[in-house]
Nanobody, 128 residues
């Protein structure tokens, strides 16, 4: 079964850090792009970061650039999102997704596998 499972969410205070994990099963990362998305209460879902396992490129939404970092451990089939200097406006449900192409702020993380998988999401709450 093709699956993504996020973990690592929780309640933190402003300025603190969290690391989210996105563990994949049923497929390998070769030829796949992984994206992190979030949906805040009452708002639409936005793409915040992506990594291409084909090109090695990474992209970030301006609002998280310099604070968030995406990385991949191919041996563990896991992608991470390190989130530092968290702000109350980062409060959201965070999702990871795997696909052929993931677009963040007009930039494309490109793969070649015809695949689309979403995780179930993990809640991040940042208190002021």
């Amino acid at each position: 079964e093709v699956q993504l499972v996020e973990s690592g969410g929780g309640l933190v205070q402003a300025g603190e850090s969290l690391r989210l994990s996105c563990a994949a099963s049923g497929f390998a990362f070769d030829g796949v792009s992984i994206g992190w998305f979030r949906q805040a209460p009452g708002k639409g879902r936005e793409a915040i970061s992506c990594i291409s396992h084909t090109e090695g490129s990474t992209y970030y939404l301006d609002s998280v650039k310099g604070r968030f970092s995406i990385s991949s451990d191919n041996a563990k089939n896991t992608v991470y999102l390190q989130m530092n200097s968290l702000k109350p406006e980062d409060t959201a449900v965070y999702y990871c997704a795997a696909g052929h192409t993931v677009t963040v702020a007009g930039m494309h993380c490109i793969g070649y596998k015809d695949l689309e998988v979403w995780g179930q999401g993990t809640l991040v709450t940042v208190s002021s």
